[in-house]
């Protein structure tokens, strides 16, 4: 019997555990829903009963699929140990490596690093995910991750990069014309949400991309990054201000796969590009272009 298991069908048993919908599987997954329902079946014919009861928002397991699940997650934690090990062994800089952080970090500061790397080292293939959440490292959903955050997961080694505190923005435009009560682009962060000036909020975003867009057009005054409010020539940080102390940038790893020649060099590249960077991550303070004009 166990020589008939599938690994790929216990994955599809484990998503549908987790997210009670072969929807929710697919899309966890990365597959069509046709290829869920197919595994499953497949599955079931396999131990001859039924892991799943049908119901009408999904799929709930059964008595037997309860009683399967946690040997089932034995195996996956088995076959995620096997995958890092395996990978750690390859010693070719050749072949793919998942790097994974945020698109605002990507495009603000970082591209010009990627493509630097990307051309000292051509037969590396980046599969870049863009992301503010910390990517599952010990299923290797990342190879190298880099993140702001105060609390790295516990399996990760790398190097602490750089405090990136927050700082108040406004266009030039913003500036040279401020009315008496300034307006507030909040962000759906704690960080960035509140005004720290006197200020009335007109406006919300969910995204710091979306919030630079907004004060790139005028819109009004809010918190970024320094990485991002000092990289871009539409943006001054607003005078009489004060940086807002906020998280820690990581470049990380599982402490698993450090040793792989493609993730090794990776780190590298990296961490010395990224020292060249700390000055603006951390927020030393741009000279101003021309002088702003007083509130009015």
Known sequence: MIQSFNWDDIRIFLALS??????????????????????LRILEETIGVSLFERVTHGVNLSEVGREILPAAEEAEIAMQELDRRVFSRETQIAGKVRLS???????????????????????????????????????????????ITRNPPPNAVGRRIAESPLACYASWGYLANRPALDRWISQSYEGAAKPVIPARISATATSANSVQVMLRDGMGIGMLPCYMGDSDPLLCRVPDTELVSDNT????????IKENRRVRVLLDFLYEAMEQWKPLIEGERPQPKYQIKARG
């Open 18 to 39: 987790r997210s009670g919908s072969v929807r929710g599987a697919s899309r966890r997954l990365k597959v069509t829903h046709a290829t869920v329902s197919r595994r």
């Open 101 to 147: 952080m945020s698109e605002t970090l990507f495009l603000s500061i970082l591209h010009p690093t990627i493509a630097a790397f990307q051309e000292r080292y051509p037969m590396v293939e980046l599969t870049m995910e863009s992301s503010d959440l910390m990517a599952k490292l010990d299923q290797r959903e990342a190879d190298v991750v880099i993140r």
């Open 249 to 256: 940038m990581w470049v990380l790893v599982h402490a698993d």
